[in-house]
T-cell receptor
Framework: DAMVIQNPRYQVTQFGKPVTLSCSQT?????MYWYQQKSSQAPKLLFH???????NEADTPDNFQSRRPNTSFCFLDIRSPGLGDAAMYLC???????????FGPGTRLTVT | AQTVTQSQPEMSVQEAETVTLSCTYD???????LFWYKQPPSRQMILVIR??????QNATENRFSVNFQKAAKSFSLKISDSQLGDAAMYFC???????????FGKGTHLIIQP
């Protein structure tokens, strides 16, 4: 089945130690998104790629970066994780005719 | 900026009954999209139903239907014949269209009583 895959599902990192979260898709969608969802809160958009074009939300901290080396993969890099960055990180994709978003299962990040 | 408001943090319904989840939004756009997403305890977000603002007809997907009132900026979700598997957090979301990301409400936790 076509899907959005996130690895790892659970990630533990130390305060200040860089971490990378991975998302891949078999849907061949043009657009990929990263959302941050803190406990008991709504998901919040961090940034998205339309093909290779990167679009950053105005209030996304500089600590968060993203890479999309090809259509299938997108990475979220957190350069110096703080305790406040502990959250579920959701990847989503959309294709350009409907822009319906399909979500992966998320990566739960713990910062110790 | 667009905002989405879900005023019911938690709702409870008996199995097989009908429940309505409320959502209001604010936008200055005339063309946009509204969605209801379901997030079960496993946490994968699943699209339940979508509505294009230019369509007057309310969207329906099996037991799920919406009441879209554009002038009132209201977008409620009705779940008929509630099932235990409907228990989840439900998020109302707005998109301006194109590749815009979604703006989510804070969610409604739906409990199904057997």
């Amino acid at each position: 089945d076509a899907m959005v895959i996130q690895n790892p599902r659970y990630q533990v990192t130390q305060f200040g130690k860089p971490v990378t979260l991975s998302c891949s898709q078999t849907l061949n969608h043009n657009v990929m998104y990263w959302y941050q969802q803190k406990s008991s809160q709504a998901p919040k958009l961090l940034f998205h790629y339309y093909d290779k074009d990167f679009n950053n939300e105005a209030d996304t901290p500089d600590n968060f970066q993203s890479r999309r080396p090809n259509t299938s993969f997108c990475f979220l890099d957190i350069r110096s994780p703080g305790l406040g960055d502990a959250a579920m990180y959701l990847c989503a994709t959309a294709e350009k005719s409907t822009y319906e978003q399909y979500f992966g299962p998320g990566t739960r990040l713990t910062v110790t | 900026a667009q905002t989405v408001t879900q005023s019911q943090p938690e709702m409870s319904v008996q199995e097989a009954e009908t429940v309505t989840l409320s959502c209001t939004y604010d936008t200055s756009e005339s063309d946009y999209y509204l969605f209801w997403y379901k997030q079960p305890p496993s946490r994968q977000m699943i699209l339940v139903i979508r509505q294009e603002a230019y369509k007057q007809q309310n969207a329906t997907e099996n037991r799920f239907s919406v009441n879209f009132q554009k002038a009132a900026k209201s977008f409620s979700l009705k779940i008929s014949d509630s099932q235990l598997g409907d228990a989840a957090m439900y998020f109302c979301a707005y998109s301006g269209g194109g590749a815009d990301g979604l703006t989510f409400g804070k969610g409604t936790h739906l409990i199904i009583q057997p």
